[in-house]
């Protein structure tokens, strides 16, 4: 990440792209070798694999050309990504958790109030959509980032509440790779469209907390088997 951080700035460029695919091929990487590890090729585990994937495709969209059709390919890349993750988490809940009902009403009204909450952060920082239709593509992608972050922390409360051994671990994982990764797409949505693009220090804070969030998410396939 040092390399690929140094490399990026102050454009991008084919070196970039190159250590930004090996960061990639890292997460990919580390979700495979957990899977071996633990000998875990459960449903969760396959699923979590499968959202890694897309997550290597958006980050190649997003930096391989300055393009809206290759931005376009990456956003949605990443969207049916989260969407994945979620699908991971919903369906290795009631697994570890049998009482627990799919639709909880505390857990909408958290998801619509921080939704809420980061589209009025996003017009007090002077944060401006354009087209519209940008705007609303983004608050979409809030409801399912957003969404992401409660079911990972459903999922791994769920799982320490089972008395596993290392089911603290597991919880941490889960609940701070997805808020990493709340906080990498928050701030990469500043970088885009909040006249932030020369601000290094926080594209730096964007590219550490994407990988360290979906290092942990992959490294969560070492202990749910579900």
């Given at each position: 990440?040092?390399?690929?951080?140094?490399?990026l700035w102050p454009e991008k460029c084919r070196k970039s792209l190159i250590l930004k695919m090996v960061c990639a091929t890292g997460f990919v990487g580390i979700g495979a070798v957990s899977m071996h590890i633990a000998g875990n090729f459960s449903q969760f585990a396959i699923i979590m694999f499968i959202g890694a994937?897309?997550?290597?495709?958006g980050d190649?969209?997003?930096?391989?050309?300055?393009?809206n059709v290759y931005f376009a390919t990456g956003f949605v890349s990443f969207l049916i990504g989260h969407v994945v993750y979620i699908v991971a988490f919903v369906k290795a809940t009631p697994r570890l958790n049998p009482g627990y009902k799919m639709f909880n009403l505390t857990?909408?009204?958290?998801?619509?109030?921080?939704v809420i909450f980061l589209?009025?952060?996003?017009?007090?920082?002077?944060v401006k959509f354009a087209p519209k239709i940008v705007g609303y593509a983004i608050a979409v992608y809030l409801l399912v980032i957003?969404?992401?972050?409660?079911?990972?922390?459903?999922?791994g409360w769920s799982y320490y509440k089972t008395g596993a051994e290392h089911g603290f671990i597991a919880f941490l994982l889960l609940t701070c790779g997805a808020v990493f990764f709340l906080l990498s797409d928050a701030t990469l949505g500043i970088l885009s469209f909040g006249g932030q693009k020369k601000n290094y220090p926080l594209k730096i804070f964007n590219i550490l907390t994407y990988f360290w969030g979906q290092v942990m998410l992959a490294s969560s396939i070492l202990f749910i088997n579900a």
């Open positions: 990440m040092p390399w690929y951080l140094k490399a994937i897309f997550g290597w495709i190649y969209f997003l930096h391989a050309k300055p393009t857990e909408v009204l958290i998801i619509i109030g921080v589209l009025a952060l996003s017009k007090l920082i002077k957003n969404t992401m972050l409660v079911r990972a922390t459903v999922l």
